[in-house]
């Protein structure tokens, strides 16, 4: 592959840093934006860190609408048990609309102050880490992110909490579809999540042997690809896969086998589009895995303290 996949998203400045997270008595924790599998293993081990480390713990539930709303609840070590290999987020995900206006943060941080919280850890993506920079920016609050989001796109992380299990659900999807595409003889187009970044598409892609990866970073060339399917036709390949993350610049898949169609009748094409099965499921155990490290590594970081 001649190119690079583009990371330059927003990064979060862990403010917590500085040992801070040490001398404070109760810090909040939630999850925000589009939900991934593992979040609720990462919510787990914060709260059990913090727990032992004798800290008081608050859920805010529906990230940002929630700290508006003043949806916040005490949590200790039982109230995260029986979690690490759910799915979803059991503190609730939203997209808040509110938030991005500075009224609304405004009331978000009269919640915050209410409730006697010195600290934040933010699960999410890009929105919940531009939502959390600008917040504790404007109100001084010091905030620790945590990248969980299936689309990887990310600065700082080689892998954001859900992206391994994201990945596994499309290849065992796509594995099931060449099944049918293989004893029907026909091109079949997945259309995956990134609606801005192509690591799903690329490393699925890659991993399920597609004849084509179609992403967001890159041009797509329609008579590039064509003329690929031609030479395979010619060489008695009578069925495809060609992966197209959702947001590739030629259009999704339906206008891709559109546009496949308007030139090259050979092949019957179908479209399959994954969508949200893609967030859900039992997290990876290397998921699991990362946010426990991660809370043992950010603790001992910030406070140079032996962790259990
Ligand atoms: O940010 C994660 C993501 O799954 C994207 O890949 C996708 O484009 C988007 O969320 C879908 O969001 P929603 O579930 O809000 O429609």
């Known amino acids: 592959m001649g190119f690079k996949v583009r990371k330059y998203y ?5 403010t917590a840093n500085n040992c801070q997270l040490k001398h404070m008595n109760k810090i909040a924790l939630f999850t925000s934006g589009g939900d991934a599998p593992g979040m609720n293993a990462c919510i787990r081990a914060i709260v059990r860190t913090a727990s032992y480390h004798g800290k008081e713990v608050m859920g805010i ?12 609840i005490a949590m200790d070590s039982n109230s995260v048990s029986n979690i690490i290999q759910r799915g979803g987020t059991i503190l609730k995900s939203a997209r808040s609309k509110e938030f991005m206006e500075y009224e609304g943060r405004k009331k978000a941080f009269e919640n915050i102050r209410k409730n006697g919280i010195e600290g934040i850890v933010a699960i999410g993506g890009d929105g ?3 939502g959390a920079k600008i917040f504790q920016e404007e109100f001084n609050i010091p905030m620790i992110g945590v990248p969980g989001t299936i689309d990887n796109d990310l ?15 499309v290849v065992s999807a796509v594995d099931k579809i060449r099944d049918t595409a293989d004893a029907h003889d026909r091109l079949f187009l997945v259309e995956v999540m990134g609606r801005d970044a192509g690591f799903i598409a690329l490393r699925s892609g890659i991993g399920v042997g597609a004849e084509a990866i179609l992403i967001p970073e890159t041009k797509t060339y329609m008579d590039e690809l064509l003329a ?3 030479r395979n036709w010619q060489n008695k390949k009578r069925s495809s896969i060609i992966v197209v993350a959702e947001g590739d610049d030629a259009g999704g898949a339906y206008e891709i ?7 090259f009748n050979r092949y019957e094409t179908k479209v399959s589009v994954l969508g949200h099965v893609q967030r859900g499921g ?10 426990v ?5 950010q603790w001992r970081h910030c406070c140079k303290e032996k962790v259990m």
Not at 62 to 72: A, H, P, T, W
Not at 293 to 297: L, P, S, V, Y
């Open 10 to 14: 927003c990064q979060l400045p862990s």
């Open 61 to 72: 539930m529906r990230g940002f609408q929630g700290m508006i709303d003043g949806e916040f």
């Open 128 to 130: 919940t880490f531009t």
């Open 155 to 169: 600065f700082g992380t080689d892998s954001t909490i859900g992206y391994d299990t994201a990945l596994n659900t």
């Open 228 to 230: 690929k399917l031609e």
């Open 257 to 263: 086998e559109r546009q496949i169609n308007a030139k």
């Open 282 to 291: 039992a997290p990876q155990p290397t998921t699991g895995f990362w946010p």
């Open 293 to 297: 490290n991660w809370a043992r590594g």
